[in-house]
């Protein structure tokens, strides 16, 4: 029921700073928990941050928690992850996902994904 495509990747410097941004078409996009995972070369996709409908409940990842903020605009259909102090251990495939459930923030429990954002921090 919704159709996600991320965009904001790519190539910086320990320390720096990046936006991610997940674009939405669907007309029930206010109604899904959106999260953001990602995926390093030769390791399992892992949970980074999600976000409920309303924007009032976050989730976060230890490895991340105090460096990402996720957010939402549900007029706009989009969703953010704004990523900040990047260390070289952040360089992976960025993913945005929609799940029904409210509580969601496994990576079984995301319904839709988008293709994915190559970010690449240089130490």
């Known amino acids: 029921q919704v159709q996600l495509a991320e965009s904001g990747g790519g190539l910086v410097q320990a320390g720096g700073s990046l936006r991610l941004s997940c674009a939405a078409s669907g007309r029930t996009f206010s109604t899904y928990t959106i999260g953001w995972f990602r995926q390093a070369p030769g390791k399992e996709r892992e949970f980074v941050a999600t976000i409920r409908w309303n924007g009032g409940s976050t989730l976060y990842a230890d490895s991340v928690k105090g460096r990402f903020t996720i957010s939402r605009d549900n007029a706009k259909n989009m969703a953010y992850l704004q990523m900040n102090t990047l260390k070289a251990e952040d360089t992976a495939v960025y993913y945005c996902?929609?799940?029904?459930?409210?509580?969601?923030?496994?990576?079984?429990?995301?319904?839709?994904w988008g293709q994915g954002t190559q970010v690449t921090v240089s130490s």
């Open positions: 996902a929609a799940s029904f459930n409210v509580r969601a923030s496994s990576t079984w429990e995301f319904n839709y």
